[in-house]
T-cell receptor
């Protein structure tokens, strides 16, 4: 497995609380991504990063923010969690600077908002 | 919105049979990729086919790409119980936002 970890792996939180998910990589890849996976929707891109402090929005970015202060860490924050953000969140990395390249995925974080 | 759409949504076959999954997409691509996801796990890359390629093989996997029809197929030959998983196609249009995934085909291999 590529060196990607996500923390926490499971979290239950209440509506209205802030939540931060962490993705950590040891591959020194420039590109990092946050997806959410929901039944019937596949994977949808939330935010992505193409370098330290360089981030941009994906398809479903409302209610989420990200930060990348170091190459190895990409944080996803739910500013005020809602039940619609109950999902499984995946981080991925890519070395696409070297041409067409696959993404490597972390193990996922299962988030439940009650 | 989803770029790739897999067909069928679910497929159940007997061990040893071949499994074919299809993917259709809407816009121009640089390459198309297939991923597998076992239950409760992250996605794992299987194979990448570039837009100027028509067919690619990797072990028991065969992928075809028809850019004129904006479609791809994944064939798994001589299926095994361990092939039970969800399979996703993903298109790469070359932007920094990376891949756009379909909703997946859930494959069940009956022993």
């Amino acid at each position: 497995d590529a060196g990607i970890t996500q923390s926490p792996r499971h979290k239950v939180t209440e509506t209205g609380t802030p939540v931060t998910l962490r993705c950590h990589q040891t591959e020194n890849h420039r590109y990092m991504y946050w997806y959410r996976q929901d039944p019937g929707h596949g994977l949808r891109l939330i935010h992505y990063s193409y370098g330290v402090k360089d981030t941009d929005k994906g398809e479903v970015s409302d209610g989420y923010s990200v930060s990348r202060s170091k190459t190895e860490d990409f944080l996803l924050t739910l500013e005020s969690a809602t039940s619609s953000q109950t999902s499984v969140y995946f981080c991925a990395i890519s070395n696409r600077d070297r041409g067409p390249h696959e993404q490597y995925f972390g193990p996922g974080t299962r988030l439940t908002v009650t | 919105s989803q770029q790739g759409e897999e067909d069928p949504q679910a497929l159940s076959i007997q061990e040893g049979e071949n499994a074919t999954m299809n993917c259709s997409y809407k816009t121009s691509i640089n390459n198309l990729q297939w991923y597998r996801q076992n239950s409760g796990r992250g996605l794992v890359h299987l194979i990448l086919i570039r837009s100027n390629e028509r067919e690619k093989h990797s072990g028991r996997l065969r992928v075809t790409l028809d850019t004129s029809k904006k479609s791809s197929s994944l064939l798994i030959t001589a299926s095994r119980a361990a092939d039970t998983a969800s399979y996703f196609c993903a298109t790469d249009a070359g932007g920094a936002d990376g891949l756009t995934f379909g909703k997946g085909t859930h494959l069940i291999i009956q022993p």
